[in-house]
């Protein structure tokens, strides 16, 4: 009988990359970590053995706790967030049970340093457009929930860098940007090992409205469109940020279940 304290891999699958996921936990040993460092989609990692001291960090939220065969650490873990009024769940199976079912997995080794509340800092260009608002989803939506996008003077994007020990990306001769026809977009998708048929579709249209290359892609003028649309709605950055992210979730969750779906008018059978 399933606990109604568990969530299995496929229930927990159905909320990679939308907005209101669970944070996931990760609270595998340093041993069992080493063995694969890659992590669930938007997790965090936490030392078990002191959860009372960063239980605070997860207050109104939902938590799924993780360990590697979903015993012991992560139903002790989780047992001990329900008591301080935190809705957490563990993962049937754990971490073994994830990856044995295909479940999306991170590249851990790609990620920048963390500060030091956990979350990665990332820089680029003001004024963002294309390129600059799906990187930030994809990070938001599948690598750190908490991460932080500084949009400065192009000028000075280097120097932010350097001085708040952030990330640059989408800039010319960096890591984290092009790379030949492909966008940055891309070039995370690459690097972070992130792969499913739903990011594929996207990462198509992305490319695509980025690159004008329009003809590439018929989802890609709607999102050129939208995206230029937003920039002139709101002169902050951030909230034109904030907007970004509900298209980015609408276009996944179409190339995720609805590509098949269509849409006429009348509706009905046309009358004799």
Known sequence: MSSNTEITPSQLQRFVGVPNAPMVIDVRTDEDFATDPRQLPATVRRDATRVSSWTSDFRHRDVV?????????SQGVAAWLRTEGIRA???????????????????????????????????????????????????????DPDARFLFVAPSEV????????????????????????????????????VSSGALTRLSAIVRAADTDCLDASPQAAGLLAASLGLSRMFKDDLEQLDAGLLLYDAFYRWCRDATEETHNWPSGPKSA
């Open 65 to 73: 706790v993780i360990c590697q065969r979903g015993l012991k650490l």
């Open 89 to 143: 769940e563990t993962l049937e199976g754990g971490f073994e049970a994830w990856r044995s079912s295909g479940g999306l997995l991170v590249n851990t080794a790609a990620l920048p340093p963390r500060d030091d509340t956990g979350r990665t800092i990332w820089v680029t260009r003001a004024r963002p457009k294309v390129d600059r608002i799906a990187c930030p989803w994809l990070i938001r939506r599948f690598v």
């Open 158 to 193: 280097a120097a932010v860098a350097e001085r708040f020990g952030a990330v640059p990306f989408d800039i010319e001769d960096t890591f984290w940007g092009h790379r030949g026809e492909r966008c940055t977009f891309d070039t995370m998708l690459e690097e972070l090992q």
